[in-house]
DNA sequence: CGCTCAAGTGACAGTCGCTGTCAAAAGCGA
DNA sequence: TCGCTTTTGACAGCGACTGTCACTTGAGCG
């Protein structure tokens, strides 16, 4: 009864709460049967929740998985916007706290990955939903370099930083999930701030 | 009734003029109503097919719009691999041969990145679609740098590169289609080229 | 406490994308 | 012209998703 210190009103106790188990239950399924064989009335009737509740939660059934995963969280950016630094840099906060976010249990994160890998409704979202974040990447990038959110350079940048990500998750996913995520990231900003110079990979008159 | 010297068969030859009909007819009605205010059996009825015909032809909504659009042909880079390069330049040889093949009406194109960019269902497409080609890219430059397709600088690399020419995509849709998408597209890999370093964009600690 | 109101929930009906099946139609070769 | 194979359209059905509406249930207040 004594105030645990965090939540407030017993609503939206119960809807987390009831979200949460949604999710623990969907999962469960989706390992038994795959995703596209689990119905959503099936994780309803599962969950003790009618489908309308499903979708009042989550919106679609994709976002049972991907709910809130891979979104850049421009506030960690702005929030410490006096420290300032090269774009990678800010990439790399506020990978910071996306990963955070996803760290609690990277078992659940592998789960996750393998549906989505495998499903192309899934696939299509996580994609649309990293495509999204290159738009928020961008006008973070505009910001901090003074120049429109439309200019090309800052677009490009923008897309490919996500695109290296994207890159990093696709060999996570390959090495069956072997390195923790958070390190396969870190070596994919590193690369970029290499400048791809991949033994000639990028350019082949670097050197004569 | 003399061979007019393409295609073999009126079977094939009908088959191609009622998907270019399909597709008139239904970007037409897209441009009128509205991607998602469409409905399939719409453009099955004003296009004198069948709804079953619609999708054999597309498979689904979304294809109607985008059938092979943004698709990179491997071929084109396998029938060239005696002239060696770097993958970027194998990377613009695939991509002048996907050019060539929408260069022909690139009025059809801005009207498709129009409903494209609007609607969250043909976004989420675009983008898987997009993401497949990081994934044939991938496979391409693993070949030419002999890695493994799965190795993560090959995977970082392909995926930037396709990053990259979706931020042009992203910069040309924004400024209304102004200049030729093939112009935005090239310029991208200049970017590339040059390792992004856009005025301290990437790394600061290049200039002391 | 108990009352009132607003917010949340479940049941229902309906739309639409998409799949599978099957008989009819149409191209193709002889 | 006559079979054979492929393609087509009609139909039935599934499941994701939406909108509506009565009902329940926390929340605020006397």
Redesign the interface.
Known sequence: MTDLGQEIGLRHRKRAAAMARIQDVALDLFDEHGYERVTVEQIADASDVSPSSVYRYFGSKEQIVLLGEFEFDTSAARLEDDAD?????VTRRMLRAVMDHLVGDEERTRRQMRHVMSD?AL???L??Q??AA??TL?EV?AER?SRS?????V??????????L???L??WQ??AFAEPLRD?LD??LD???R??????????AASP
Chains 1, 2 share one sequence.
């Open positions: 630094g090269s774009p990678l840099d192309p696939e299509a979202a994609a649309r990293v495509y290159s738009e961008g990038f370099l959110a439309n200019d090309l350079e677009q490009v940048l923008a897309h490919v930083v996500v695109g290296a994207l890159g990093g696709h060999h390959g090495t396969v070596r994919c690369l970029l701030e400048g791809l110079q991949i033994d000639g990979a990028v350019s082949r």
